[in-house]
């Protein structure tokens, strides 16, 4: 896998298209998939996080906990693999905006407040039914899909 931010080839499988956004362990990138040509989301651990056992442990049992969730509101876990070494794994690409996005200077008014609240509390809920617990759980990583619906 090289040069992420270029549109190279990861594992031959997928076409790194751009950087979508990095949090504490991994970067997450908008891809291609080669083998159905839909778009999906890519993440990586991030290079500091690679060296460390302990850290690839936690991405790695993350990325098997959220796949065995099936609800509405939360992305679905593709695949997980790995390139030159380094543990990644494929998800849902949503379309839209972010709720960070989405929230006016003045705050929103009630209706649409709990048009994206009781979605959100959904998926939280089902999460943590099945004992997952989001450690980043902020409105710039909920997205709204151009039809309203809420990852």
Do not use: C, W
Request: zero cysteines.
């Amino acid at each position: 896998m090289t040069d992420r931010d270029s549109g190279s080839i990861a594992s031959g499988k997928y076409v790194i298209l751009r950087a979508l956004g990095r949090g504490g362990m991994g970067a997450v990138y908008l891809a291609r998939d080669l083998r159905d040509g839909r778009k999906i989301a890519l993440k990586l651990m991030l290079p500091q996080t690679q060296v460390d056992e302990a850290a690839q442990e936690i991405f790695l049992r993350e990325i098997e906990v959220v796949a065995g969730l099936n609800h509405p509101n939360i992305v679905t876990i593709h695949a997980v693999e790995e390139a030159d070494g380094v543990p990644f794994f494929t998800m849902e690409y949503v379309e839209g905006t972010t709720l960070a996005k989405n929230i006016p200077p003045g705050g929103m008014g009630p209706q649409r407040f709990l048009e994206l609240a009781i979605p959100i509390t959904d998926a939280v809920g089902a999460a943590h039914e099945s004992g997952v617990v989001h450690r980043d759980l902020k409105p710039a990583n909920i997205k709204i899909g151009p039809s309203g619906e809420v990852k």
